[in-house]
């Protein structure tokens, strides 16, 4: 029998996202994130369903905040428009075409949105 320390048998059998420590995550995360005030930010608001196997969504860009204000705006969006959404690529998305309901809603908070795109 051969005498092998575990300990020193490191193999990964399966690593799906490399080494743990990528040069652009760590850019990502020392860089700090400027948060406008939502009166300086424009937003856009428009209704995709590209990829999304035919089903419609609100997508709200342009912002400039931390993830944390995000978490919280789109748990208020969620509340308010009675459905799922989620924050994806510093985007929110809000499931179904909620357009008008989002403008007012942002507008009352301070956001200076408007409808981008067709229909």
Do not use: W
Request: glycine share 10%; hydrophobic share 30%.
């Amino acid at each position: 029998m051969s005498s092998s320390n575990p300990k020193s048998d490191k193999r990964f059998v399966y690593q799906e996202f490399g080494n743990g420590s990528s040069p652009a995550l760590e850019r990502a995360l020392e860089r700090p994130i400027q948060e406008l005030p939502p009166q300086q930010q424009n937003l856009k608001v428009e209704a995709s369903r590209k990829g999304r196997k035919g089903k419609t969504v609100t997508v709200i860009s342009g912002f400039q905040v931390k993830p944390e204000t995000l978490a919280d705006l789109v748990k208020q969006l969620k509340t308010q428009c009675g459905t799922g959404g989620t924050v994806k690529d510093n985007e929110i998305e809000i499931q179904g075409d909620h357009k008008q309901k989002i403008i007012e809603i942002l507008s009352k908070i301070g956001y200076k949105a408007k409808i981008s795109g067709g229909k």
